[in-house]
């Protein structure tokens, strides 16, 4: 039943004129039953902003992205374990197999989770997205054979279809002002997700090696020597689980009749695009779609960097590597995450204000461009700064790369209206899915090609891995600095929500 109590009455000019400051001049029109408007009118009521909504939307993007790239750091051990690889050049392919996995599932699922994310809610996705972390996330730590791998790893990116819909709760559940911040907070928590999550698989994979006087030999840990930061992940995500069932839902839903008549009858008072909302064909959206095709470009180098970065950090120095092992991989990474978080949190919402998500992603790509082809030099050095080197670079690289990632999701967000929101992120999930599933597989199959050629004249060893990187870096700049990328502009019923 509609709520009529929101609508204007004309005897109350003068009251209206006392309180302007503090309420529209043009009431929304709220629904009693619909959770969407319930969150509508508690937007318009709650002063200042939302700290309770940017924690639950971190916490929940944060445990959806840990798994993602945990098992870098220690997946070229686990694939030498496998015993499937004949030498040792060739673990870094496989390797990449396991690492596409993911991605391989999640692309071919990402648009029907985003349909059902706007029939059904975006809580049950997220539910159920948690739900496979648990589940999936802990078998894979617990795998035996390489095939045991692809499977959940395929399966865990195929029923975990949570950051879509997570990034349409974001922008919904806050007022227009914080919908930058909130976007920054799922950008900032899926960044440092995934890079807590290879600092954790580094510090944690192989237990019994590590710290024999806590896990002895025989124990579990050492039977199953990547099981703990699984474990520990998946631990998490339950305690995360139980947080999701009081989120408030966003969606709105008005199905009843006797509401819709009394909804056309306040149409004086309330916003056209309220009340008749035609479902625009998505792929015709350019706003949208040059944002999603810069968006996968850029996931790519990402996921391509991130499995690159470990695999190369932890080969022998005779393949051009760094020889870390997993722990001073998880050292970097570590610091890494906590220079991101603190950039994504405090320092993007300002520099975003002042410049823009285009202008500030084009500035971005092409710091990043000098910054990467640097690695394979920063590789001569040894020792301390070797460690300092790397561990600057690193952090420079993550906070530009989030600093686009974020702006891409902006524009993302502001292209469509809100009951298209979930459909769109599935359709940037899907693009971004299958570009990413190539990342890793191509980003390990070229390392093992340039460890080949360490001889050669012409981007010899690592230089030839990081070159093909800075391709894609380069091919994204283009786009960013072309008519290929376009920004749609905030329309009244966009504000409102």
């Not at 390797?95 to 029939?119: E, K, Q």
């Not at 617990?142 to 709760?169: C, D, E, Q, V």
């Not at 722990?327 to 410049?355: C, H, R, T, W």
Request: proline share 5%; net charge neutral.
């Amino acid at each position: 039943m509609a709520d009529n109590n929101n609508i204007p009455n004309n005897n109350n000019n003068g009251d209206n004129k006392e309180k302007g400051s503090t309420e529209p001049l043009l009431k929304k029109h709220y629904y009693e039953n619909c959770p969407g408007c319930k969150v509508d009118r508690a937007k318009q009521t709650t002063p200042g902003p939302p700290v309770k909504h940017f924690f639950n939307i971190w916490v929940i993007t944060f445990c959806s992205s840990l798994p993602i790239a945990s098992l870098f750091p220690y997946l070229y051990f686990m694939v030498r374990d496998f015993g499937i690889a004949k030498t040792e050049v060739d673990i870094s392919s496989y390797a990449g197999y396991v690492g596409s996995a993911f991605m391989f599932g999640r692309g071919l699922t990402s648009i029907p989770w985003g349909i059902v994310a706007d029939r059904y809610g975006r809580k049950p996705v997220a539910i159920l997205g948690i739900l496979a972390v648990i589940v999936f996330n802990t078998l894979f730590g617990l795998s035996t054979s390489f095939w045991m791998a692809i499977l959940s790893r395929f399966l865990l990116g195929a029923l975990n279809g949570l950051l879509g819909p997570i990034k349409a709760y974001a922008v919904e559940i806050v007022r227009e002002e914080y919908q930058a911040i909130a976007i920054s907070t799922v950008s900032a928590a899926w960044g440092v997700g995934l890079v807590v999550g290879p600092a954790l698989g580094g510090y944690l994979a192989q237990p019994a090696e590590k710290y024999p006087h806590i896990f002895s030999k025989g124990s579990f840990f050492d039977k199953f020597p990547y099981a703990l930061p699984s474990l520990i992940i998946s631990v998490f995500a339950l305690a995360v689980l139980v947080s999701c069932m009081r989120l408030p839902e966003t969606l709105h839903k008005h199905n009843d009749s006797s509401e819709s008549h009394q909804d056309m009858e306040a149409s004086d008072n309330r916003n056209i695009g309220e009340i008749v909302q035609k479902d625009e064909n998505l792929l015709l959206n350019w706003p949208l779609m040059s944002s999603i095709i810069a968006y996968s470009v850029f996931a790519l180098y990402n996921i391509a960097y991130q499995e690159v970065f470990s695999l190369w950090a932890v080969s022998p120095q005779k393949l051009g590597g760094l020889n870390f092992t997993t722990d001073d991989v998880g050292n970097v990474l570590s610091i890494s995450g906590f220079a991101m978080l603190l950039y994504q949190l405090f320092v993007y919402p300002v520099v975003e204000k002042a410049y823009g998500p285009i202008r500030l992603s084009r500035i971005s790509g092409v710091i990043t461009i000098p910054l990467l082809q640097s690695y394979p030099f920063i590789a001569l050095f040894s020792g301390f700064v070797l460690h300092l080197l790397i561990t600057s670079a690193s952090v420079l690289n993550f906070c530009l790369s989030q600093t686009i990632i974020t702006g891409m999701l902006l524009l993302q967000n502001k292209a469509v209206e809100q009951h298209q929101r979930g459909a769109a992120n599935g359709i940037a999930m899907i693009g971004m899915s299958i570009f990413k599933a190539i990342g890793p597989a191509g980003g390990g199959a070229i390392l093992a090609w340039s460890q080949k050629r360490l001889d050669v004249s012409f981007l010899p060893g690592s230089h030839l891995v990081f070159f093909f990187l800075n391709l894609i870096e380069v091919l994204g700049v283009v786009i960013l600095f072309t008519s290929f990328l376009a920004e749609k502009k905030t329309t009244p019923s966009q504000r409102s929500q």
